[in-house]
């Protein structure tokens, strides 16, 4: 078993375990950081971590596209079933979906989410079990405590942590971060996006511990 992660750009990722892929926070559209189009992704299942515009992304067309089943909040879910979204698993902090590939865990973030200024019920972060790894995708988050207890139940082989700073947390405390939940390897999310406004590099993302893996937009990382 093993998982090849490719990165999108920004928070997005595509997971494939060899038999089902599931996309993550696919925002290609308006992303100047993204190589891929929305109709080059390809993918069974579809999970957000809430819903500002820049995680939602292309979910809508992509999910019609692949017949795809998202799995993101509550209130998410509602707004693209009236979208004609047909495919649809809600959950909430605390929750855990299983599915064919494995399963998705929803964790707390800090953090707000709204769509086009509607409500999107709370943001979280993703813990995913694919192809035999365990990863956190922390979405959009400050530091919290409780990230020590979300690795020790957990255990992730991988956290996906933003380090941007602004609307997430910067590379000091995504550092402190990759330190409380102490995956294997963390690969640094949100940050030389949008220049002026994130983060340009991942330089001051250095946990003690923790090898940290750099993906640039469109590579491809296999673990396992
Ligand atoms: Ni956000
Ligand atoms: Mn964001």
């Keep these: 078993m093993a998982l090849s992660m490719t990165f999108l750009g920004h928070s997005g990722f595509v997971f494939d375990d060899g ?3 599931l996309a993550i926070d696919p925002f290609l559209t308006g992303n100047p950081v993204a190589k891929a189009k929305p109709e080059d992704v390809r993918c069974s299942y579809i999970a957000l971590t809430h819903g500002h515009e ?3 992304g292309d979910t809508e067309s992509i999910a019609k596209t692949n017949d795809a089943t998202v799995l993101a909040a509550y209130e998410i879910c509602n707004y693209l079933g009236k979208q004609g979204v047909k495919k649809l698993e809600p959950g ?3 929750g855990k979906i299983n599915t064919d590939f494995g399963w998705v865990a929803f964790t707390q973030a800090f953090h707000s989410s ?3 200024g509607q409500y999107m019920g709370l943001p979280c972060g993703l813990i995913v079990n694919m192809g035999g790894a365990t990863v ?3 979405g959009d988050t400050a530091l919290f405590s409780d990230m020590k207890l979300i690795g020790e139940i ?3 082989d991988i956290a996906c942590i933003p380090i941007g700073d602004r609307f997430t947390m910067g590379p000091e405390l995504g550092t402190r971060a990759a330190e409380f939940i102490k995956p294997k390897v963390a ?3 949100h940050y030389a996006t949008f220049p002026g406004m994130l983060v340009p590099d991942a330089s001051g993302f250095t946990p003690t511990g923790v090898e940290v893996k750099i993906l640039e937009p469109g590579e491809t990382w296999r673990y396992g």
């Design 114 to 116: 709204s769509y086009q």
């Design 154 to 156: 957990y255990k992730p």
């Design 136 to 138: 956190y995708h922390c």
């Design 19 to 21: 038999n089902h892929k």
């Design 187 to 189: 690969i640094p999310i």
């Design 54 to 56: 820049d995680h939602v």
């Design 92 to 94: 909430n902090p605390g």
